[in-house]
T-cell receptor, first 113, second 118 residues
Framework: QKEVEQNSGPLSVPEGAIASLNCTYS??????FFWYRQYSGKSPELIMS????GDKEDGRFTAQLNKASQYVSLLIRDSQPSDSATYLC?????????????FGAGTRLFVKA | GAVVSQHPSWVICKSGTSVKIECRSL??????MFWYRQFPKQSLMLMAT?????????EQGVEKDKFLINHASLTLSTLTVTSAHPEDSSFYIC??????????????FGPGTRLTVT
C-alpha cells in the first residue's frame, strides 16, 4: 500500500465550479498534512497546511482532515483557469532522523474557461 | 523572505561524468535540507535528509555512493551525481527547513534542477 494515495486524474471542471481533490494516507501517527500546487516544470508551492480534524479555509481553498478515516481533501471554490496544475497531497512522518515529507503522486486539474 | 535557490537550473552532461547541484537558503539559516527527485508525471520522491555538519540520511534504495550530499554550512547543501547515466535524468528539487522555524514542519522548496544525461 502506498503511503499517500491520490487519484491521478485528470480532473476537469468548468471555470467557476468547485474542484474537489482527495487523498488518503496509511500512517495513523501522521500529524501534519499539506497540499501543494505544482505547475509543469516548476517546484511545488505550498497552498494549505492542516493539523487538526475539521475544515480550514484560506480564500478560495478549504482543506478538510479526518484522521479517523485517514483522509484529507482540498476544495477549490470558483475555480479559475490559472488553477490548472497538479495538486500534491503530502504527509509528514516523524522518524529517527526527524520528520520527512511523503508526497502522493498528484492529481492533475484542468479548469476549462 | 524564505527564499531557496538552486544552481544550475538545468544541466546536460555526458554519461559517466559527475554533476554537482547546489542548494542555498538565501535569507535564512537552514539546519536541515532535503533532496527530492521527480521523474516525469511522477511525484516527488525523498532521496535524503541533510543536516548541517553531519552525514546525510538516505532513503531506502538511494545509493549514497552515487548521490553524494554535503551540507557544509547553514546556507548551502550540495548534491553530486557521480558517474551519471541516462536513467539519472530527472528533476532534482531541494527544500530547506529554517533554523528559526516557527512550526516544526516548516520547509521551503528551491526551483529545481533539470538534469539530462546523454
Amino acid at each position: 500500500q502506498k503511503e499517500v494515495e491520490q487519484n491521478s486524474g485528470p480532473l476537469s471542471v468548468p471555470e467557476g465550479a468547485i474542484a474537489s481533490l482527495n487523498c488518503t494516507y496509511s500512517d495513523r501517527g501522521s500529524q501534519s498534512f499539506f497540499w501543494y500546487r505544482q505547475y509543469s516544470g516548476k517546484s511545488p508551492e505550498l497552498i494549505m497546511s492542516i493539523y487538526s480534524n475539521g475544515d480550514k479555509e484560506d480564500g478560495r481553498f478549504t482543506a478538510q482532515l479526518n484522521k479517523a478515516s485517514q483522509y484529507v481533501s482540498l476544495l477549490i471554490r470558483d475555480s479559475q483557469p490559472s488553477d490548472s496544475a497538479t495538486y500534491l497531497c503530502a504527509v509528514n512522518i516523524v522518524g529517527t532522523g526527524g520528520f520527512k515529507t511523503i508526497f502522493g503522486a498528484g492529481t492533475r486539474l484542468f479548469v476549462k474557461a | 523572505g524564505a527564499v531557496v535557490s538552486q544552481h544550475p537550473s538545468w544541466v546536460i552532461c555526458k554519461s559517466g561524468t559527475s554533476v554537482k547541484i547546489e542548494c542555498r537558503s538565501l535569507d535564512f539559516q537552514a539546519t536541515t535540507m532535503f533532496w527530492y527527485r521527480q521523474f516525469p508525471k511522477q511525484s516527488l520522491m525523498l532521496m535524503a535528509t541533510s543536516n548541517e555538519g553531519s552525514k546525510a540520511t538516505y532513503e531506502q534504495g538511494v545509493e549514497k555512493d552515487k548521490f553524494l550530499i554535503n551540507h557544509a554550512s547553514l546556507t548551502l547543501s550540495t548534491l553530486t551525481v557521480t558517474s551519471a547515466h541516462p536513467e539519472d535524468s530527472s528533476f532534482y528539487i531541494c527544500s530547506a527547513r529554517p533554523f528559526s522555524a516557527k512550526t516544526f514542519h516548516e520547509q521551503y522548496f528551491g526551483p529545481g534542477t533539470r538534469l539530462t544525461v546523454t
